[in-house]
Every structure is written in C-alpha cells, then in structure tokens.
C-alpha cells in the first residue's frame, strides 16, 4: 500500500464532520437511505470497513472491530498517516501499536492509551466514515452504476465546507449505492481543490458477522514490508 497525503485529509475531514451541524433539513434524493444506513452502523456488533483509492485501486486502510462481552470494543486498525504505515489493536484493556515494522505495547497509564466501549465507541466504527451533512449539500440526483445499484450523489457547497472545515476544497461530493433490494454496497467520496484531487471508496464486510478479532503486531519485531 502506498499512502496519498489527500487520504489523510479524508480522515480529519471525517472526524472534523462530527462537531459540524446545520439546521434545518432538505428533503434529499435517497437521504431515508442514507440516514438509515448511518443509523444501523452505529448500531453494528462487529463489521470490517474497507478504504479504497479509486485512482491507484490500492487499500489504504482497514478498520475491524466488534463488542466484547462486557461491551469493551476490541478492534484492529491498519493504514497510513502523517508518519507512514501505521498500525493499532485494542482488545478493550490492552492496546498495541506498530510503526515502521516495530510493534510496542502501550501502557494503561500512558498519555497516548486509548480504549473504547459501546458508550464511547471507536469513531471509525459508528457510521461517520460515510461522510453526510444534509444542510450542507447544495444538490442532490439519483443514477444508476454499471451494475444496476441504485445510486444517489450528493454534491456539497464547498464555500460553507472550505469555512467552517478550514479547508481548500473546489469540489465535494459523496455517492451513496444500494442494490435493487435496498441493500447498501459503496460509498464514495470525491474532492478536488488546492491539495489536489482524491477520490475512494469505503465498502463493508461481515457486518455482525465478526466473533473475534486477532493481533498481529509482535513486540520489537519487523511485521511489515
């Protein structure tokens, strides 16, 4: 995997998105499937979410998680940031990172520990990564892929996201696709503007279909290539 810089983007666009709202709500094309889809994720027991670039057709992250017993969040998550190749696994009390092939252990009394449970759920694992803010799309249409999938564009006012994002953004727009059953597909998300352009695909395996969740970062070893 080899990491794009506007990729990093995406993901602080992502967690930037949660502290935004807007009043008022536009009665979009395909929005009750949308926000029923955001809805269910945040209720998912376990599920594998699968980032794409669309450009390279590389996967630069992967994020599996599910509940433990005692609603403790155990996850894996592996992918790139600023820093290059990265990767976290927490079984709800003990927490692992890699970098640089270099697994460590992070203790409970770090500055940098982090845990999750079902109040306070990992952010990757509760519907945000399929980015939607309703008062912030400037249009909306409904299309049909290659494929059949029914699906719905939404096109975002990138003055609005450019001010209160703090970012440089010419263009914004998300796709949402479901299937002829209703049942969701893809998402994807596409900018162009002053970081350049970025476009990826976010995709969903065993949703409440995970039942454990294995670690594969050794301590002081070389994991990676």
């Known amino acids: ?51 794409t670039n669309l450009t390279s057709n590389e996967i630069e992250q992967t994020f599996t998680f599910m509940y433990n017993s005692d609603n403790s969040q155990t996850y894996y998550c592996e992918g790139y940031d600023t820093n290059g190749y990265y990767a976290e696994y927490s079984n709800g009390r003990e927490l692992f990172r890699e970098r640089d092939g270099v697994g460590s252990a992070v203790s409970s009394d770090a500055d940098d520990y982090v845990s999750y449970t079902k109040k306070k759920p990992h952010p990757y694992s509760t519907g945000q990564l399929f980015f939607y803010i309703n008062g912030y799309v400037s249009s909306a249409e409904e299309t049909t892929d290659d494929s ?3 699906v719905y564009i939404y096109h975002y006012d990138t003055e609005r996201l450019n001010k209160d994002m703090k970012t440089n953004m010419d263009a914004f727009a998300t796709s949402y696709a479901f299937d002829g059953e209703g049942n969701f597909v893809y ?39």
Not at 12 to 27: D, H, P, R, Y
Not at 44 to 50: F, L, M, R
């Open 1 to 51: 995997m080899k990491i794009s810089k506007r990729f990093i983007l995406m993901l602080s666009l992502v967690l930037t998105a949660l502290a935004l709202t807007a009043c008022g709500k536009q009665e979009l094309v395909g929005c009750d499937k949308v926000e029923a889809l955001r809805s269910a994720a945040q209720n998912y027991e376990s599920a594998t979410y699968i980032i």
């Open 148 to 150: 059949g999938n029914y």
């Open 187 to 225: 998402f994807r998300q596409t900018n162009s503007g002053g970081d350049g352009s970025y476009a990826y695909e976010i995709t969903l395996e065993n949703v409440n279909g995970i039942t454990s969740v294995d670690n594969p970062i050794t301590i002081g070893s070389q994991t990676t290539e």
